[in-house]
């Protein structure tokens, strides 16, 4: 018990420190595509910036607004960043510490359960702007999280387990990315809309909602939202790679896939424009969703074929 609960606060304390120089990452790259340098005063090149955020970030003063429902206000980002590092439980260690061999529906339970972190910060906020950017996050995460069951459900019925581990043992000779590629690239979209990021941001929406669901969060508040965001965002990196790159956890080259996949999520945000709202619910439901419904009645038939006539 003592060593699961210690290792679990090694990964913690890992993700935190992977989402600070995340942060850093996404700030550089997106200052070479805009042709400038990113942030590069705080310590050789920059290396400490994120740490000067942090301290700024934690030490600035929380302003709460008078008409806000306090108690909701204060504890949604809270309950967004413990989801977001509730979600890393379910890394597939090979030594199998927490014996998650569920560890696909508890993925698909609790990231349903983070949108309610957005939802009330922007209710709670009692402001015009953040409401607008919550309810367009909820009818964004509802609708992209259809598509990621769906792409989920054809790989439970492939491998026929619900758990990470054993994409492990099914990729040893070839990745899933040459066999489903459509798959593939729908999940990276897919994650691209469920964690709020560009093209999809309609939930912060800068350039109409000034800020959205976060405008009314400043200092300690923003800094937690903002963490829960990153975590996310490394962890569908991660689960991509466990998906469809390989997922071989012990060897370097698991991390540096990790880190091309977390690039690609800064080089979308640097290269395309807002998606139309309206678009962004055809895409899904129009175009994404008869796809993979297609691709699991595929699985179906293709499992009931093996059983019936190979096996």
Do not use: H
């Given at each position: 018990?003592?060593y ?15 989402v600070a ?9 997106l ?8 942030p ?13 955020d942090?301290i ?14 306090f ?11 413990f ?5 890393w439980l379910?890394?597939p260690?090979l030594?199998n ?5 569920l ?8 990231s ?5 972190g ?17 309810i ?14 769906l792409?989920m ?9 619900y758990?990470f581990?054993?994409?492990y ?11 489903m590629?459509?798959?593939?690239m ?10 709020n990021r560009?093209?999809f ?5 800068e350039?109409?909602?000034v800020?959205?669901f ?7 508040g ?6 829960a965001?990153?975590?996310?965002i490394?962890?569908?990196s ?8 390989g997922?071989?956890?012990?060897s ?6 990790l880190?091309f996949i977390s690039f690609?999520?800064?080089w ?5 424009p ?20 297609n ?9 009931l074929?093996l059983?019936n006539f190979?096996?």
């Open positions: 018990m003592i699961t609960i210690v290792v679990m606060l090694i990964l913690v304390i890992m993700v935190m420190v992977g120089f995340l942060t850093l990452m996404e700030r550089k790259v200052g070479y595509i805009q042709v400038r340098k990113g590069n005063k705080v310590g050789f090149l920059g290396i400490l910036q994120p740490f000067s942090a700024k970030l934690f030490t600035k003063e929380q302003i709460n607004p008078l008409l806000s429902n108690i909701m206000y204060y504890f949604s980002p809270i309950i967004s960043l989801l977001a590092l509730l979600l379910n890394f260690f030594m510490i927490m014996s998650m061999n560890s696909i529906m508890l993925f698909l339970v609790i349903s359960l983070s949108v309610y957005v939802i009330v910060a922007g209710w709670s906020s009692n402001s015009k702007y953040s409401m607008l950017g919550s367009r996050a909820i009818a964004q995460s509802i609708s992209y999280e259809v598509s990621l069951s792409i459900l054809s790989f439970m019925l492939l491998i026929s387990s758990s581990i054993d994409f043992y099914y990729q040893c000779k070839i990745w899933f990315l040459f066999l590629f459509p798959l593939c729908m999940w990276f979209v897919s994650s691209l809309a469920e964690t560009t093209p941001d309609f939930a912060e929406g350039s109409e909602l800020s959205g976060n405008i009314e969060y400043s200092g300690g923003f800094a937690l939202i903002f963490l965001e990153y975590a996310n490394l962890f569908m991660m689960l991509f790679v466990v998906m469809f790159l997922s071989d956890m012990f370097l080259m698991f991390y540096l896939k880190v690609m999520f800064i979308v945000r640097g290269t395309l807002r998606y139309r709202y309206d678009k962004l619910m055809n895409l899904c439901w129009k175009s994404f969703l008869p796809v993979s419904l691709f699991l009645f595929f699985f179906i038939g293709l499992k074929f059983m190979i096996i």
